[in-house]
C-alpha cells in the first residue's frame, strides 16, 4: 500500500500542527511520500506565507523596503524550527533568498520559497528525505507539467524510506523555477501520486471533507463519505471549494481515489473521490443529493425575438455579442422566442450596457429586460438519476417556502438540476433543500 498525503497551508501553521502531522504519518506506514504546502495563517489576523511573499516580490519590484514584510516570514519559520527543536540552518537559507531579491529574481523563484522552507523543516522533523520539487517537476515551456519528464526525474529519486516534496512549484527545462496557480500543492500531491501510482492521494486540510451544505449556512449538515469526479466538478462549479479543479485529472488517470482528510480531526474519514461509486453505494446508499451547492451574484438578460425559432444562426448572432465582450455564459435557459443569458455580475460590471446595446443594434429584440441579483443553486447528486417526481418535490417545497424560482435547468444526464432565485432568499433555499431532503432522509435510514 502506498498513499501521498499533502498537507495544506493551515497543517503547517506552526509547531503544534506539524506535531499533529508527525502524528498522522507515523500512524500508517503507507504514508511515505508527503507534500506540503506553505505555513498558513494560525489564526484569522495571521497572514499566510505565500501571500507575504508575493507582496514581498511587489515591494522589490517597486523599490519599498520590503523588510517588515520579509522578517514577518522569517519569524514563523525560525519559531517552528526552535519549538521543535531542529537544526536546519534557516539563517544560511534566508540569506540565499534575501541575496536573490537584492540581485533580481523571480516572482515565481521568491513565492515558492514559502513551500520550499516548511518542506526542509517537515523533512528533518519527521526524519525524511527532503526532495526539491525543482529536481523532480517538471514543467514545458507552455507550463505544462512534463508528466513523462517528471516521472523519469522522480524514478532516480523518490526513497521508499519516505521523502518530504514542497508542493506548488516545479522548473522549466532551463531551470527557471515556475509556480502553479493558488492552491497548486493539490496538484503536486495528485502529480506524485500518479507517478508512484499510489493506492490513495489523501489531501490534509481543516475541514472532514466534503459537506453536503455549506455549514456556515446548515450547521448540523452532514458530511459527503463519498463522491464521484462528475459530481464533484459539478459541485466545484458553483462554489464548493475543496480541491485545486487540476488537482482531480492526474489522480483520476490512473483510478487513484482522493481521500479528503482533516489534520485537525485524523480519526474522521473524510470524503472519498472516485472515479465510480457504484460498488461502494451497494453496501451504503448515498443520500438522494450528494451536495447542495450555489453561488450569489448572477446577472440574467432575457431576450423576446418574434420568429426567432427558425432563424438560422440566431442563436450563435447573440451568442457573439457576448463573446465579442469577453464574457463566459454561465447559462442560457429558452423557450420558444424568448432567451435568458445568465452571466457573472463581476463579468459584466464594466460592460453590461454596451452589451445590452449591442443585443439591442446586433438582434433588435421585441423585448429586453436584465435582472441582477439572481442567485444559482446546484443539486447534484448520482442518487438523483432515474428518480422521477424529483425535480417536483423540490419545486414544490421552494414554493411552499415561498420562494420563487425565476430559472430551472435539468441536464439529461440527470446528474443535477440547477435553479436560479432571488439572492436575498439564498440562505433559505439551501436551508429548506437540506431539511426536505437530506434531514428526512437522515432520519429514516442509516446513513452517517
Ligand atoms: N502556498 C500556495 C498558495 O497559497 C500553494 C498552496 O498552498 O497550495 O496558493
Same mark, same amino acid.
Request: charged share 25%.
Given at each position: 500500500?502506498?498513499?501521498?498525503?499533502?498537507?495544506?497551508?493551515?497543517?503547517?501553521?506552526?509547531?503544534?500542527?506539524?506535531?499533529?502531522?508527525?502524528?498522522?504519518?507515523?500512524s500508517?506506514?503507507?504514508?511515505?511520500?508527503?507534500?506540503?504546502?506553505?505555513c498558513?495563517?494560525?489564526?484569522?489576523?495571521?497572514?499566510? !506565507?505565500t +501571500?507575504?511573499?508575493?507582496?514581498?516580490?511587489?515591494? !522589490?519590484?517597486?523599490?519599498?523596503s520590503?523588510?517588515?514584510?520579509?522578517s514577518?516570514?522569517? +519569524?514563523?519559520?525560525?519559531?517552528?524550527?526552535?519549538?521543535?527543536? /531542529?537544526?536546519?540552518?534557516?539563517?544560511?537559507?534566508?540569506?540565499?533568498?534575501?541575496?536573490?531579491?537584492k540581485?533580481g529574481?523571480?516572482?515565481?523563484?521568491?513565492?515558492?520559497? %514559502?513551500?520550499?522552507?516548511?518542506?526542509?523543516?517537515?523533512?528533518?522533523? /519527521?526524519?525524511?528525505?527532503?526532495?526539491?520539487?525543482?529536481?523532480?517537476?517538471?514543467?514545458?515551456?507552455n507550463?505544462?507539467?512534463?508528466?513523462?519528464?517528471?516521472?523519469?526525474?522522480?524514478?532516480?529519486?523518490?526513497?521508499?524510506e519516505?521523502?518530504?516534496?514542497?508542493?506548488f512549484y516545479?522548473?522549466?527545462p532551463?531551470?527557471?523555477?515556475?509556480?502553479?496557480?493558488?492552491?497548486?500543492?493539490?496538484?503536486?500531491?495528485?502529480?506524485?501520486?500518479?507517478?508512484?501510482?499510489?493506492?490513495?492521494y489523501?489531501?490534509?486540510? +481543516? !475541514?472532514?471533507g466534503?459537506y453536503?451544505?455549506?455549514?456556515?449556512?446548515?450547521?448540523?449538515?452532514?458530511?459527503?463519505?463519498?463522491?464521484?469526479?462528475s459530481?464533484?466538478?459539478? /459541485?466545484?462549479?458553483?462554489?464548493?471549494?475543496?480541491?485545486?479543479?487540476?488537482?482531480?485529472f492526474?489522480?483520476?488517470?490512473?483510478?487513484?481515489?482522493?481521500?479528503?482528510r482533516?489534520?485537525?480531526?485524523?480519526?474522521?474519514?473524510?470524503?472519498?473521490?472516485?472515479?465510480d461509486?457504484?460498488?461502494?453505494?451497494?453496501?451504503?446508499?448515498?443520500?438522494?443529493?450528494? %451536495?447542495?451547492t450555489g453561488?450569489?451574484?448572477?446577472?440574467?438578460?432575457?431576450?423576446?425575438?418574434?420568429?426567432?425559432?427558425?432563424?438560422?444562426?440566431f442563436?450563435r448572432?447573440l451568442?457573439?455579442v457576448?463573446?465579442?465582450?469577453?464574457?463566459?455564459?454561465?447559462?442560457?435557459?429558452?423557450?420558444?422566442?424568448?432567451?435568458s443569458i445568465?452571466?457573472? =455580475?463581476?463579468?459584466?460590471?464594466?460592460?453590461?450596457?454596451?452589451?445590452?446595446?449591442?443585443?439591442?443594434?446586433?438582434?433588435?429584440?421585441?423585448?429586453?429586460?436584465?435582472?441582477?441579483? &439572481?442567485?444559482?443553486?446546484?443539486?447534484?447528486?448520482?442518487?438523483?438519476?432515474?428518480?422521477?417526481?424529483?425535480?417536483?418535490?423540490?419545486?414544490?417545497?421552494?414554493? =411552499?417556502?415561498?420562494?420563487?424560482?425565476?430559472?430551472?435547468?435539468?441536464?439529461? +444526464?440527470? /446528474?443535477?438540476i440547477?435553479?436560479?432565485?432571488?439572492?436575498?432568499?439564498?440562505?433559505?433555499?439551501?436551508?429548506?433543500?437540506?431539511?426536505?431532503?437530506?434531514?428526512e432522509?437522515?432520519?429514516?435510514?442509516?446513513? &452517517?
Amino acid at each position: 500500500m502506498i498513499k501521498v498525503a499533502k498537507f495544506g497551508g493551515s497543517s503547517v501553521a506552526n509547531a503544534e500542527q506539524f506535531k499533529k502531522v508527525k502524528d498522522i504519518i507515523l500512524s500508517d506506514p503507507a504514508r511515505k511520500f508527503v507534500v506540503t504546502s506553505a505555513c498558513g495563517k494560525e489564526s484569522s489576523e495571521d497572514h499566510k !506565507v505565500t +501571500d507575504l511573499l508575493y507582496l514581498c516580490e511587489a515591494h !522589490v519590484r517597486y523599490g519599498v523596503s520590503y523588510e517588515p514584510l520579509f522578517s514577518l516570514v522569517e +519569524d514563523k519559520y525560525r519559531k517552528i524550527k526552535e519549538d521543535l527543536g /531542529l537544526k536546519l540552518d534557516l539563517e544560511a537559507e534566508f540569506q540565499k533568498i534575501r541575496s536573490r531579491m537584492k540581485k533580481g529574481m523571480s516572482v515565481d523563484y521568491l513565492v515558492s520559497r %514559502g513551500e520550499y522552507l516548511a518542506a526542509l523543516l517537515l523533512a528533518e522533523y /519527521l526524519g525524511y528525505k527532503f526532495v526539491d520539487a525543482a529536481d523532480v517537476i517538471a514543467f514545458s515551456y507552455n507550463g505544462e507539467i512534463d508528466m513523462a519528464r517528471t516521472a523519469e526525474l522522480m524514478s532516480a529519486r523518490l526513497d521508499a524510506e519516505g521523502v518530504v516534496i514542497p508542493g506548488f512549484y516545479g522548473a522549466l527545462p532551463g531551470g527557471a523555477i515556475r509556480v502553479m496557480s493558488r492552491g497548486g500543492s493539490d496538484i503536486t500531491g495528485s502529480v506524485i501520486a500518479n507517478i508512484v501510482g499510489a493506492d490513495v492521494y489523501e489531501n490534509w486540510t +481543516d !475541514v472532514s471533507g466534503i459537506y453536503v451544505a455549506d455549514p456556515r449556512i446548515v450547521p448540523h449538515s452532514v458530511r459527503v463519505a463519498r463522491v464521484n469526479y462528475s459530481e464533484l466538478r459539478a /459541485l466545484s462549479y458553483l462554489g464548493a471549494n475543496v480541491l485545486h479543479d487540476d488537482a482531480v485529472f492526474p489522480a483520476s488517470s490512473k483510478s487513484i481515489p482522493i481521500n479528503i482528510r482533516n489534520t485537525n480531526e485524523p480519526e474522521n474519514r473524510g470524503t472519498m473521490i472516485l472515479n465510480d461509486c457504484s460498488e461502494m453505494d451497494k453496501e451504503e446508499p448515498p443520500y438522494t443529493i450528494t %451536495g447542495i451547492t450555489g453561488r450569489k451574484g448572477f446577472v440574467g438578460i432575457t431576450l423576446v425575438k418574434n420568429h426567432s425559432t427558425v432563424e438560422v444562426g440566431f442563436i450563435r448572432r447573440l451568442l457573439s455579442v457576448f463573446e465579442d465582450h469577453h464574457v463566459s455564459i454561465e447559462y442560457m435557459p429558452s423557450m420558444v422566442d424568448s432567451y435568458s443569458i445568465i452571466v457573472r =455580475a463581476e463579468a459584466v460590471a464594466n460592460c453590461l450596457y454596451d452589451i445590452v446595446g449591442w443585443i439591442r443594434e446586433r438582434i433588435r429584440p421585441d423585448a429586453l429586460m436584465v435582472e441582477e441579483h &439572481i442567485s444559482l443553486i446546484a443539486c447534484v447528486g448520482r442518487g438523483m438519476q432515474k428518480k422521477p417526481g424529483l425535480a417536483g418535490k423540490l419545486l414544490s417545497q421552494l414554493g =411552499a417556502e415561498d420562494i420563487n424560482v425565476k430559472i430551472i435547468e435539468l441536464t439529461s +444526464d440527470e /446528474l443535477g438540476i440547477v435553479f436560479g432565485i432571488d439572492d436575498d432568499r439564498y440562505e433559505d433555499a439551501i436551508r429548506c433543500i437540506y431539511d426536505k431532503f437530506i434531514a428526512e432522509e437522515k432520519k429514516e435510514s442509516r446513513l &452517517i
